[in-house]
């Protein structure tokens, strides 16, 4: 996919880029890991607001 910006400018997508980016916006399915990692951090984050200690867990 064929992006221009510059620190200055705006981002342009033309063609087949914008098809395909359109299409991965509206049909793109979230990652299983990134959605545990979410579930795991807000449950830390709730524990923290309520001032519970909490254990991380390390997978070796």
């Excluded at 620190?7 to 997508?13: H, M």
Aim: without cysteine; proline residues 3%.
């Amino acid at each position: 996919m064929a992006i221009k910006s510059s620190t200055f400018g705006r981002v342009e997508l033309s063609g087949k880029d914008a098809a395909r980016f359109v299409q991965q916006v509206s049909e793109a399915q979230p990652n299983p890991l990134a959605l545990a990692a979410l579930a795991r951090g807000r449950a830390i984050s709730e524990k923290v607001n309520k001032g519970e200690t909490f254990k991380l867990k390390r997978n070796a």
